[in-house]
């Protein structure tokens, strides 16, 4: 028995859809199941991560744990990890790449709250995987507004090359891992999950709009545009510790990995057969 957290969200909906593809027994955590939207045949379950009490009747039974984050601090991880411990054997977590790797410099909240989540998976004692993904190509899913009502993506730099990756394909990693016997050599691996290739945010618009049938430009903001944009959401120091993050990023290409098709025996999707399936979002 599998307990999917996250259920609702781009990953854990694609965890869910393919666990229910494949027959897997497995339940998603809702805190209201009732609204959720979830699949038919889907086993929702009442559960909140902010309260690891509510968590005791979804756990119940459950042998793996998939694990996403909901929260931009660690403090209440060990208080969940603990109650996780007490039913499942083992857990596979939706990380990033080089999360306790990220030293030099600054350190953003992203990147503190993974790293601090990491460690105190393995104090434990489950069984652990953890899935480090480069960006998300649904990240980009922030220019929507701007590219529905002027057809232009405003943001850094668009040299930026990644190899961003679609959901389904971390889903797919996850699904075998989780649905693999415990022999199969899953057990403190830390999976980095990239895209086929690197990709130019100049060159995501172009696709996008490739998408949607209408041509979409890239507009480069400047430093203090972008900061001005992110301080709604984020500290100031918050903000300063991304932006040193994209600076180093600008100065070196991340790494373009075989680890999907490794595990899952099917090669990633590109960025454009990400855009295509999410031109509704865009138009």
């Known amino acids: 028995m599998i307990l999917v957290t996250g259920a609702t969200g781009k990953v854990g909906g694609q965890v869910v859809s393919q ?3 494949r027959g897997a027994a ?11 939207g979830l699949p038919d045949g889907v086993e929702a379950v009442a559960g909140d991560l902010s309260d690891p009490e509510s968590l005791d009747a979804a756990l119940d039974g459950a042998d793996t744990v998939f694990l996403v984050w ?24 939706l990380s990033m ?17 993974h790293s601090e ?16 993904p480069v960006g998300f190509a649904s990240n980009t899913l922030g220019w929507a507004p701007q590219v529905r009502a002027e057809g232009v993506v405003r943001d850094l730099n668009g040299a930026l090359a990644r190899p961003l990756i679609h959901e389904r394909d971390i889903a797919a990693v996850a699904v075998r891992v989780m649905t693999d016997g415990p022999d199969e ?27 949607i049938g209408r041509p979409v430009r890239f507009e480069e903001m400047t430093l203090a545009e972008k900061r ?18 994209w600076a180093g990023m600008a100065g070196s290409s991340e790494p373009v990995t075989d680890t999907v098709e490794e595990l ?15 031109a509704a979002d865009f138009r």
């Open 19 to 21: 666990l229910l593809d």
């Open 26 to 36: 497995f339940r998603a955590l809702s805190r209201d199941p009732g609204t959720a």
């Open 70 to 93: 909901p929260f931009l601090t660690a403090e209440a991880a060990p208080a969940v990890l603990d109650r996780i411990a007490k039913h499942a054997r083992r857990i596979v977590y």
């Open 97 to 113: 790449m080089g999360a306790q790797e990220r030293t030099d410099g600054p350190v953003d909240p992203i990147t503190l709250f």
């Open 117 to 132: 989540v990491e460690r105190q998976i393995e104090r434990s004692g489950l069984a652990w995987t953890f899935l480090q």
């Open 185 to 211: 050599g899953h057990a403190g691996a830390k999976y980095v999950l990239t895209g086929p290739a690197l990709i130019t945010q100049a060159e995501q618009a172009h696709a996008i709009g490739e998408a």
């Open 228 to 245: 001005e944009q992110m301080l709604a959401w984020l500290p100031p120091s918050g903000v300063d510790a991304v932006m040193n993050a």
């Open 264 to 278: 899952t025996g099917t090669a990633p999707r590109t960025f454009r057969a990400w855009a295509a399936d999410h």
